[in-house]
């Protein structure tokens, strides 16, 4: 069985820890603990191939910007023949507090724009997701700028133990079934 877990930011150091690379940040994480090694997707973003559980799991980081991930992902998805129900998703959510996981098994994109070139180019609303909270944007804040923020100091405990436990929920997705996650991470 082959899966795919695609984490969805904006590439450069600029972006490195913005709320917006949230995504990016859980493919790190996951990265650093299975000892994942980033190589070069057809110059669509970076990938890496573990084997967990028996399965075959490719990560990917698109780097064409947040509004195009779909390109990325289902270039992969495509190449490596893995069903959009097989692929899982990690993004920013607003409207969760800095600490908190979402999974979902489908739906619409919820005004992330990723997550919509993601259902746009796969054909299908049909896909996994796992939503990291970074918010909530205070009244006085842009949305744009919010998102494109670093986190502050006094957040970065929570941050990193949702990260932690960002990588946990799809070690259970990926062994146990996205019904088991979301029962253990939502």
């Known amino acids: 069985m082959q899966y795919l877990l695609a984490g969805l930011g904006n590439p450069g150091t600029q972006y490195a820890r913005t709320r917006h690379n949230a995504g990016f940040m859980v493919l790190d994480e996951a990265a650093r603990k299975w000892g994942a090694s980033w190589n070069a997707w057809q110059k669509l973003g970076e990938y890496a191939k573990v084997t967990l559980g028996g ?19 289902s270039s992969l998805a495509r190449f490596y023949k893995v069903a959009p129900q097989n692929c899982l998703i990690c993004f920013d959510e607003v409207a969760l507090e800095v600490g908190k996981l979402r ?32 918010g909530p944007k205070p009244d006085k804040f842009d949305l744009a700028n919010f998102v494109l923020s670093n986190f502050p100091k006094s957040q970065e405990t929570a941050l990193e133990d949702a ?24």
Do not use: H, W
């Open 55 to 73: 399965c075959e799991v490719f990560l990917l980081k698109p780097s064409t910007y947040m509004n195009e991930s779909g390109r990325a992902v």
């Open 103 to 134: 999974i979902r098994k489908n739906g619409s994109a919820g005004g992330q724009k990723g997550m919509k070139s993601v259902i746009e180019q796969l054909g299908t609303q049909d896909i996994p997701r796992l939503r990291v909270g970074v």
């Open 163 to 186: 990260l932690s436990r960002a990588v946990e929920a799809v070690e259970t997705f990926f062994s146990e079934g996205l019904e088991k996650a979301m029962n253990k991470f939502n």
